[in-house]
């Protein structure tokens, strides 16, 4: 499974068809930079920005694999009409010890803007997150997007900035920070990739949900 999916993320042009109406399919939809999984159970075509790891990795480790940030929509039929899924945020923090968050908080700005207050900060709060054990534990949030969520992809896609991350865990008021290797730079292009797809689809199907 994870050898088809890198050969996905490998063609730069993916041919589109297996949940679109019968018209449209017929042309090629051409998306770039992103990942396709066809959900064949479900009859769902999942449309996912590359993973970008959060923290420093070697190059064998996948990026599902450390901590790191990842958006994405689907794309369905229901009664001969075709939908689309609200975009999604995941956030998945992975260590050796527990954090059990349930905010994060986004600190965007170069080290000189941040120690001068005039960072710019957007929190996620009251999160629920999928745990497990796995070489390591992992925790992960997976949120539809809300006008809040909408702001923060538009400004990791629009600034190149530093970046440092805090996981929280309110109830017991301690949290983990993580400065981002490169800050926003590659989340960018994994981003800026996938909301063009979503913006794409918007179009070819007219189905009037821009982001």
């Given at each position: 499974?994870?050898?088809?999916?890198?050969?996905?993320?490998?063609?730069?042009?993916?041919?589109v068809?297996?949940?679109?109406?019968?018209?449209?399919?017929?042309?090629?939809?051409?998306?770039?930079?992103?990942?396709?999984?066809?959900d064949?159970?479900?009859?769902?075509?999942?449309?996912?920005?590359?993973?970008?790891?959060?923290?420093?990795?070697?190059?064998?480790?996948?990026?599902?694999?450390?901590?790191?940030?990842?958006?994405y929509?689907?794309?369905?039929?229901?009664?001969?009409?075709?939908?689309?899924t609200?975009?999604?945020?995941?956030?998945?923090?992975?260590?050796?010890?527990?954090?059990?968050?349930?905010?994060?908080?986004?600190?965007?700005?170069?080290?000189?803007?941040?120690?001068?207050?005039?960072?710019?900060?957007?929190?996620?709060?009251?999160?629920?997150?999928?745990?497990?054990?796995?070489?390591?534990?992992?925790?992960?949030?997976?949120?539809?997007?809300?006008?809040?969520?909408?702001?923060?992809?538009?400004?990791?896609?629009?600034?190149?900035?530093?970046?440092?991350?805090?996981?929280?865990?309110?109830?017991?008021?301690?949290?983990?920070?993580?400065?981002?290797?490169?800050?926003?730079?590659?989340?960018?292009?994994?981003?800026?990739?996938?909301?063009?797809?979503?913006?794409?689809?918007?179009?070819?199907?007219?189905?009037?949900?821009?982001?």
């Amino acid at each position: 499974m994870k050898l088809k999916l890198f050969a996905f993320s490998i063609l730069c042009l993916i041919c589109v068809n297996l949940t679109f109406s019968q018209e449209k399919a017929q042309e090629r939809i051409k998306l770039k930079g992103v990942l396709i999984e066809n959900d064949y159970h479900n009859n769902i075509t999942w449309i996912k920005s590359k993973p970008v790891p959060l923290v420093s990795k070697d190059f064998s480790v996948g990026a599902t694999n450390v901590t790191h940030m990842q958006i994405y929509f689907g794309m369905y039929m229901q009664d001969s009409v075709q939908k689309i899924t609200p975009i999604r945020l995941v956030n998945k923090y992975k260590d050796s010890d527990w954090i059990f968050f349930d905010k994060i908080s986004y600190l965007f700005g170069t080290r000189k803007e941040v120690r001068a207050g005039k960072g710019k900060i957007f929190k996620i709060e009251n999160l629920e997150t999928d745990r497990n054990v796995n070489r390591g534990i992992s925790e992960k949030s997976d949120i539809a997007a809300d006008d809040n969520v909408k702001d923060l992809i538009k400004y990791i896609i629009e600034n190149e900035t530093g970046l440092n991350i805090r996981y929280t865990d309110s109830d017991k008021s301690q949290y983990v920070e993580l400065n981002v290797p490169k800050g926003t730079k590659r989340l960018q292009k994994s981003f800026k990739a996938l909301i063009d797809s979503y913006e794409l689809m918007n179009e070819k199907f007219e189905l009037n949900k821009p982001f």
